[in-house]
């Protein structure tokens, strides 16, 4: 029986032929990505991966159906699995407001789902890292939020020389579109044919801004003369101050599909332009209320950085760390007679903290010793008999220097 | 708009009104988990939380489909949410042995979904840690994985006074059965009647045991007498050389349920009898078997602990510990012509490795002060204008003592 196209089993290093996702790297990615948000006083929370149908309707139209998990629950309930997290932590940040101080920043890592149409390494799923500050409106807090994301990323070993934040404006394609006398109720029209500018032909671009009365020569000029909005030069302002400048740069070729963005909008791209966007994210004031039916209202900014375009990143750029040696201590069992002793000292060093495996049948000296070099084992010991009771025989392996010790000095002795 | 009845949110500590679910709780749990998986060289995986439906009727035969979160997906694939992790990990190592030397040492802490009839507290959805073990017969790798059971509730700070392992074996039961002239095509329905015998009424118990041609009294003297198998001795015996004896019984009013078990079983439960089972398991050996198709043949043994009993065992035990502090350091901007050089300095205080919360917009200097009280912080910083450039105040929130030090200085004057 095999798994469902477009879904991944993450298997621990070394990784079996024909598997790609490792385990190891995901946990990798997380803990990073934990620890960069811990740093800047994100908390953490989680949503159930089952919501109401309704909840995403509402906010994306009923034609995002189509791309999603949904199915009538045995209790008949229409529900989806969760194909973004927005929703629902504006859902939960509505109904808790009152708990917490502002401005609240939290944080998760949930997996997320489409039904993407099936393509070649297309998927399905992915884990994704949400990051979202609410109750500020200040560009203050667009810039904090831009910091964490660049910050999460460095985390990883990630230089500016491998990646920028393209920085944006809902308000500056507003002023534009208004500017040229753009009808508001297309608007929305209008911001869909400059999300897809950099990927659709320019005749057909051409077409559709003509439709919309907006010429592309004078697109292209705004975008390239990038003159950021007062928002943006003080987010600009504070990223200097940061020493986060060379990370970040305005440009309007990017303005985010999703129609509930109302302010500064950003995407993150590998400078060689190699990969799709490794993370996207922008302000988006009114949602909160839009989704809590108007019981809560607070304005709200957030990004979310996906899993898979960063690990293939990291892995182009030479930035996957080794995982061998998941443990530390092989206790060889080379004397039967030995083995309760053997056992209790496992059982000592775990205690201490110590990453231990040992041979749980009788097995051949040599092969005990070969696995423990497989394992990466810092150190092998081995419980022997004398005249005076058992002493152990500490080996490291790095030097392959063995030593005899009390049993009662073995565990200090392994500890790194 | 509310989430799905049985579905859990995980709020940040301080909860608020009428949620009862921490992430931090949740965090602070699987933390534990993966600390202690890693001390006994086990590794982890993941697989999709989303299966073909075959591969649960396989195993569990047709009727377990009135409990899942099954549906057709949008390519007519009859799928279901995961309702427990054996199938996926069954799955995975049967595709992937060849790649892993024996015996395979993994874990895993999936959500898993069961559509449980609605009554008040039951939920749909809980969080489990999986730890199997495969390649090796010995009960050796039974006593391994049961010291990691019980590592594993250690390290949450439950003792020998809280919690208890049961010891079983189907053995042990299918020895009693066939001693008795049992129909062996019937001893998985003597099972059952065993799994269900602490649950159900004596006479219901009786008549059903009378239907398979067994004894009731004949039964329980079986369980009174509680001898060890020979299996089971050795594991008793393993036990004791790690220290563990206490943690451990031999009783056989548990059997586990499930039919895939072939020899020792076990659960975990508090002493007090106040909770239902906080952790199962057994050994399996014929399911990678089955659920491959016979591509492979592996012995196997494991078990699963929820986070939702658990969690209630620790609040009951006092065993669930702050979550405040989550913050170090708070950065007071009270000079906003000091705001650039706050900023920097929150940035060079976060690559240190800080925690640290700043006030995003202009606040009243009391006000900030108060939110890093609430925040739990150890140290607030000031920057300050002099005569010879900014300095930094760095005050101590323990002892409320201030000094003064170069802003060179103010980084490592934070560090604990």
């Known amino acids: ?170 308000q500056a394609w507003q002023g534009f579109f208004h500017g040229r006398g753009g009808d508001p109720a297309r ?40 003159e950021p909005t007062p928002d943006l030069a003080r987010v600009l302002a504070d990223l200097s101050a940061r020493g986060l400048a060379e990370f970040a740069r305005i440009d309007y070729g990017v303005i985010r599909g999703l129609a509930y963005y109302t302010g500064i909008v950003f995407e993150a791209f590998d400078r060689k332009g190699e990969f ?23 304005p709200a900014l957030g990004f979310g950085m996906g899993d898979v375009v960063l690990a293939e990143l990291l892995k182009s750029r030479g930035l996957v760390p080794s995982f061998a040696g998941a443990v530390d201590v092989v206790v060889l069992v080379e004397d039967e007679a030995m083995r309760a002793e053997s056992i209790g000292l496992v059982q000592r060093l775990r205690e201490d903290g110590r990453a231990v495996e040992f041979a749980l049948v009788p097995t051949k000296g040599d092969k005990q010793f070969k696995r423990a070099l497989e394992l990466g084992a810092r150190v092998t010991l081995r419980v022997q008999s004398t005249p005076t009771g058992p002493t152990v025989l500490v080996k490291s392996l790095a030097d392959r220097i063995q030593r005899e010790v009390a049993m009662a000095d073995s565990v200090a002795a392994c500890r790194p």
């Open 1 to 170: 029986m095999e798994r469902l196209p477009g879904f991944r089993d993450f298997y621990p290093e070394p990784l079996p032929a024909n598997e790609a996702w490792s385990c190891d790297l995901r946990q990798h990615i997380f803990a990073r990505w934990r620890e960069t948000a811990r740093r800047y006083g994100f908390r953490e929370y989680d949503g159930p991966p089952l919501e109401p149908l309704e909840l995403y309707t509402t906010k994306s139209g009923a034609e995002i159906v189509s791309q999603l998990f949904n199915f009538q629950d045995k209790g008949g309930r229409d529900v989806s699995m969760r194909p973004e997290m927005t929703p629902t932590v504006a859902r939960m940040i509505a109904t808790a407001e009152r708990a917490y101080k502002k401005p609240v920043r939290w944080f998760s890592i949930p997996q997320l789902f489409r039904y993407e149409k099936q393509q070649k390494g297309r998927l399905r799923e992915h884990f994704q890292l949400n990051c979202d500050l609410f109750g500020e409106t200040d560009p203050a807090a667009d810039a904090e939020v831009l910091a964490l994301l660049i910050d999460g990323l460095r985390s990883l070993g990630l230089t500016a020389a491998d990646f920028v934040i393209r920085l944006s404006s809902r």
């Open 187 to 226: 608007a929305q029209e209008f911001y869909q044919v400059i999300d897809k500018i950099e990927r659709e032909r320019d005749e057909v671009t051409a077409e559709r801004l003509r439709s919309v009365g907006i010429d592309l020569a004078d697109v292209r000029a705004f975008i390239a003369a990038g």
């Open 276 to 298: 799709r966007a490794i993370a996207g994210g922008g302000r988006y004031d009114d949602l909160v209320k839009l989704v809590s039916g108007g019981k809560a209202d607070l």
